[in-house]
């Protein structure tokens, strides 16, 4: 299919659509397109009888997972699904059924439209924010929409991902059944391999899933390249990444560290016919060394057993996360990136915006000189940060709103994440938009993993206040803990009086946690590990 085929088809399918949302779907389209995605809507309105067909196959295990019509929001016209497309010359192998980034990314160009996602279950299904329950959906819309009469596509011959089929495929594996029994009977997994879930990354929740898939990978690869430790763990860290890649550069598959259908169904044959996989090329030098060597530098240093002020003992991962994220920094500032190198500027003399130059007195005395520009001065910079944190959030990456500031009841004004930031702090300076907007093309690089070690989130923390882009950031802050972090340090050099604890300076600065980043530091120099980080 062309470019103008599925421009097209695009088209149609969103005409199909209830007029008011059908505008804002083009809405949603065209901020895609200007941020670099290039969206093939595949699925529009769906007549109950088409809705039918498809949840009578889901129940009996011969379909993707699919609702009852009443339940379904494409019957009334109000949701529809896509999917990137990378190449549109190349058929299937052109679209990017399995990137859950992509996905998280137009979830995130949908708020200001009022169009959303409804998680990890449909991760290319976008409905009607306007209406957050299906029992909310106006009646008399029910299967009545512009497409009604002659849908665009039809459960016998959907316009959207086929099955892969080729040389080494089963017919069981043609529909995305897995056949190990290992696996066998795991409706997630089945979905997965049908690509009607996002696949599993270092960005998703611990799950029994991952446990399965790491001990598939044990049983599978060559000695030297198993997980071993914590290999039926459920936690997608930088051990099960490094193993996954190895493996799909064995087999042959795009190497990506991401385990969606075409891995998962690489990884079922390679168990079922019993042979371990020869060693392929891997991910390149330093992928899981050089991470582990910063995370294991956080895990022994003394800041991690550190006592804070009213809030004791910092979570491990918020300590390993803060460490991964500062290296992450580190490597931006050799490269000249324009934020960081405005969170290491020098002490600007100005405390009634710079916390360096209000906190001058308190780095003194701890021997820390910010008087030049350049590492020193950052690396103080995130050691405050990690003391602002502690007071903040206790170092809790999911921390919602300050519910008892009145002045936080808008989706700008909502303080969210590590460090309890508002969007409205965006204004202190030209850096901060741009950060939002590169962090937001990139949803899934903050090693969210990592900081969630020790740190519980209730259902409450997840939710956000209002919609557009305040929400938006709400929602990338915490589930993004590096954009998080890198926010914050942008505006502590512009908007200190936007903290609390800074205005009565109750955030730590400990020695020892200078000492951790320092070593970080000097494990970055030494290993050459920059491109991980990035």
């Given amino acids: 299919m062309s470019q103008q ?82 190449n549109p010359d190349a058929g299937e192998s052109g679209l990017d059924w399995d990137n859950h980034h992509t996905y998280v990314t137009g979830i995130h160009l949908g708020a200001p439209f009022q169009i959303v996602g409804i998680g990890d279950s449909d991760d290319d299904h976008l409905q009607d924010a306007n209406f957050p329950s299906f029992t909310d ?17 039809s459960p016998t011959a959907p316009v959207g991902p086929g099955p892969i089929t080729g040389a080494g495929t089963t017919p069981g594996a043609e529909q995305g059944l897995l056949q190990n029994p290992l696996f066998a009977g795991n409706l997630e997994l089945r979905d997965a391999a049908n690509g009607m879930r ?103 240093s003394a800041i991690a057993r550190y006592h804070w002020n009213d809030r004791g003992r910092a979570p491990l991962g918020y300590i390993k996360g803060m460490a991964l994220v500062f290296g992450r920094v580190y490597c931006k500032l050799a490269s000249g990136d324009a934020a960081v190198l405005e969170m290491a500027r020098a002490d600007k003399g100005q405390p009634s915006i710079d916390a360096i130059s209000y906190y001058r007195a308190i780095f003194n005395e ?31 990456h999911c921390e919602g709103r300050d519910t008892t500031n009145p002045d936080s009841g808008t989706a700008d004004s909502a303080e969210a994440g590590l460090f309890q930031t508002s969007w409205n702090a965006h ?27 020790q740190v519980t989130c209730s259902q409450a923390d997840w939710n956000n206040v209002g919609s557009g882009t305040g929400a938006a950031f709400q929602s990338l802050s915490k589930n993004n803990p590096a954009f998080a972090a890198e926010f914050a340090a942008v505006a502590l050099r512009n908007i200190k009086n936007h903290w609390g604890p800074i205005i009565h300076r109750a955030a730590e600065v400990r020695p020892e946690a200078d000492e951790m980043f320092k070593d970080v530091q000097d494990k970055i120099d030494s290993l050459g590990i920059c491109p991980v980080l990035v």
């Fill in 137 to 153: 959906l106006p009646k008399s819309e029910f299967g009545k929409f512009p497409g009604a009469s002659s849908s665009s596509s």
């Fill in 198 to 300: 996002p696949p599993y990354s270092r960005g998703s929740a611990p799950s029994p899933e991952i446990g399965l898939i790491q001990t598939a990978l044990d049983r599978v690869l060559p000695a030297a390249d198993r997980i071993n430790a914590g290999a039926n763990s459920g936690i997608f860290g930088p051990r099960t990444e490094a193993a996954v890649r190895k493996f799909q550069a064995a087999v042959g598959i795009g190497v990506d560290g991401l385990v969606g259908r075409n891995t998962l169904r690489a990884l079922d044959k390679a168990l079922t016919s019993g042979m371990p996989v020869k060693p392929g090329p891997g991910p390149g030098p330093g992928t899981a060394s050089g991470l582990e060597a910063i995370i294991q530098i956080a895990a022994n």
């Fill in 366 to 396: 701890a021997g820390m000189d910010n008087s030049e520009s350049g590492a020193e001065t950052l690396r103080h910079l995130f050691v405050l940060m990690l003391g602002l944190g502690m007071r903040e959030s206790s170092g809790a």
């Fill in 5 to 86: 085929k599925y421009n097209q088809t695009t088209e149609r399918n969103i005409s199909s659509l209830q007029a008011d949302y059908a505008a804002r779907a083009r809405q949603w389209l065209a901020a895609c397109r200007q941020n670099g995605l290039n969206p093939y809507v595949h699925f529009g309105s769906r007549t109950p009888a088409e809705q039918q067909a498809l949840y009578e196959k889901y129940l009996s295990g011969n379909g993707p997972k699919a609702v009852a019509p009443e339940r379904s929001y494409h019957c009334y016209g109000r949701a529809f699904d896509w999917v990137n497309i990378i």
């Fill in 427 to 453: 204004s202190a300076s030209p850096l901060l938009v741009p950060l939002f907007q590169a962090y937001s093309a990139t949803p899934g690089n903050g090693w969210v993993d990592i900081f969630h070690e």
